[in-house]
């Protein structure tokens, strides 16, 4: 990787280098186990000319997102963060029974469906066939392709501009950002409105959370990185919020340059605390490899003791940034038995690299083991309530990230 994706430039600073792994979302079937699996470096790089932190774009996302193994519903708290959304937008956009919506990467339909019980006219653009399907079983308006400026101007020709485009957590995952950008402005009504969820790089580096960075990902967004990309597609930033989900997410609003206006007081405070951090020069970025290192060694240490201590570790989620955090560990089924997940169309699978079994959640009350590692980190507050059934037993609950905390639980 030579040159930024976003501004050109070819002066890029190492930030983390991970090794090589598997694409995170590459589970295994069984009779796949004895053949060859690929793994692509996973180096996170920050372009200092632009500042926005990116990984070469060594996977198409054609590989990735035509058959996808996340359905967003699985997720009891981000479906009511989906909710949340709706109802925010529909009020500061002003959203009525006349109005247009459009979702990029609408995965299973979590969020449109809440749009679709408000009687406002909606369409899911989603490349994964499968939970594309989902959606439009779920009466979500549902076209599988991938965005571009192509699709864009199809979609405004046959269903006219949107009032409000969504793009929640897809900003990171596609390698063309300047295309993506002006497919969404080819969506967007001239005097609508952009809102874009992203992971903020300012709490990934902050809290540690290096898990989050895998081959999906092809870019990590500060706001000042993100102001320079949605310039590149004639979109202007006028508003942030700052969001917990995923461990720390920017929700950016943006609008048709000519119709943006000024931005508000928000967008400046949020620019001068990454200013602050050293998110704008390279100070803020050097220590980062050095604390990724300890999160490792504070993981292994813990399950090769407690394995000599004839305790039994199991996993709970298989969510696409354990895998990161799997084999960068190198974590086997030695010391993580197995690993559970809500969603059946990962059950009798294996996560890629490790081979780490993924089982059905009942299977941790079937085995009452000594510890739960939790991989979906993020979602401790949901989990927390979830698992408290371990207590039962005396088990107790792991979380890996920002660093290793051991939780004993209770009902």
Known sequence: MTRCR??????????????????????????????PEPA?????????????AQIPPLIKPEETFTEYAYFSSYSTSWVEHARTFVDGAVQRVGLGRDAFVVEVASNDGYLLKHVVDRGIRCLGIEPSVNVGAAARKAGVPTLTEF??????????????????????????????????????????????????EVQHLLTLIEGNQYDTIYHEHFQYYTVASAIRAL?????????????????????????????????????AEVLDRERAAGLQD??????FSARIAKVRRDLLRFLIEAAERGETVVGYGAPGKGNTLLNHC??????????????????GRFTPGTRIPILPPEQIAADRPDYVLVLPWNLRAELVGQLAFVHEWGGRLVFPIPELSIVEVSR
Not at 40 to 52: E, F, G, N, S
Not at 242 to 263: F, K
Not at 332 to 344: E, M
Request: glycine share 10%; charged share 20%; net charge negative.
């Open 330 to 347: 190198g974590i086997r089924p030695d010391l993580l038995r197995y690993t559970v997940d809500r969603n059946p169309y990962k059950h």
């Open 40 to 52: 692509y470096p996973l180096h996170l790089r920050v372009c200092t000319d632009c500042w926005l």
């Open 282 to 287: 390279l100070s803020g970025y050097t220590e």
């Open 6 to 35: 976003l501004c050109g430039g070819a002066a890029l600073a190492s930030v983390a280098d991970l090794g090589a792994t598997p694409p995170c979302e590459s589970f295994l079937a069984a009779d796949q186990l004895d053949r």
């Open 231 to 267: 310039a590149s597609g004639g979109l202007a930033l006028v508003d942030v919020e700052l969001l917990p989900t995923h461990g720390g997410s920017v929700r950016l609003w943006a609008r048709p340059a000519e119709a943006a206006g000024e931005p508000s007081q928000r967008v």
């Open 147 to 196: 965005l571009d400026p192509a699709t864009g101007s199809a979609v405004r020709a046959e269903h006219g501009p949107a009032d409000l485009v969504v793009a929640n957590n897809v900003y990171a995952h596609i390698p063309d950002v300047v295309g993506f950008t002006r497919g969404l402005r080819a969506l967007v009504a001239d005097d609508g409105w952009v809102s874009v």
